[in-house]
């Protein structure tokens, strides 16, 4: 796909943008960096409104894009601080349900064209999950277009009343893990050191990423692990991520003896990755996985739950097993574990799969040919 260029006309000024990133995940807060530099390559002016810690971790600014800090929170400040920085606006871009939330609150009936983006489905129970599908509701009213990464997100926002809702599967932006390739000198790579160091040295290991949440299903995990206790060698698996439910995963993993380790939130997660035998995606729901595309992209098979935007994502580059069901998963692995032969199936067919997914350019052509659309003058009728 040839670039798309928004270099305004001779004597017109250049379409100005705002980029709203509430606290972000890594895959949303990737995309508006990838998304920000596309668009200021293209002669968009931006501005993106995120949390400082938010710049800090992903340079908004190193874009050309300007960088306004608004907290994550929905007091008055933070939205007078986002109505400023909306003020001179074209058109704004909101990404995920809370940032869209507070915006909708900052533009307060304005004419100014909203495009919202749903990355991921906010997780809630009880009277949350209500009041979670009233802001969605809200949202998606006053969104001029919906922009769902996949097609659920899509029929969810056409649900909850959106005017216009479309797909648009995102990038994943750059190819920031090291391809595991059996060629690879070892004394090139740090796997071993990594595994040394984790105490996977002779064993196979299992790596999994994410929140230490209810919703990840690591819980099934600690399940499945019961049943890799029995085998020789020993899986060890890797637990990267950090929250409220550490407390209860660590009493298990000690209480049942599980070959199981909970490391934290990590830095060197594509180093992690590289040097797994396996990548685990346990979760009650995901859209566009940066696990399960980074997984693919570094040529580790997966063993993923078959839910949301997983299976159009992986197709057959991955086990999918069904979400809860400790004894499909254990299977799962334990199956990949004994059969070097299906390993080296999904790493090609994880090669192709990943071939498929839109590139940065045409994720960002996309959005912008939506920008066009909503802020170029129509002809009267």
Known sequence: MSPVSSNAPHGQSPLRTVQVLGGGDAGSSAHVRSLAEGLVARGVRVTVCAPAEADHAYDFSGTGADHVPVPRSSDPGSVAALRAACADADLVHAHGLHASFRTVLALGGRRTPLVVTWHNRAQAEGARAHLLRLLERRVVRAAAVVIGTTSDLVDRARRTGARDARLGAVALPGRRVPVNTDDTDDTERPGPKLRAELGATGRPLLLAVGSLDRHRGYEVLLDAARTWRRLDPLPLVV?????????????????????????????????????????????????????????????????????????????????????????????AVVRLIADPERRELLQELGERQAATWPTEDETVAQVLSVYDELTQPRPLA
């Open 239 to 331: 637990v990267a991520g950090e929250g409220p439910l550490r407390p209860v995963l660590q009493r298990r993993i000690e209480d049942e003896r599980l070959p199981v380790r909970l490391i934290g939130t990590r830095d060197d997660v594509p180093e992690l990755l590289a040097a797994a035998d396996l990548a685990l995606l346990t979760s009650k729901w995901e859209s566009r996985s940066v696990l399960a595309q980074e997984a693919l992209h570094a040529r580790v098979p997966l063993v993923a739950t078959a839910v949301g935007g997983v299976p159009d994502l992986v197709g057959d580059a991955a086990e999918l097993v069904p979400y809860g069901d400790a004894p499909a998963l254990a299977d």
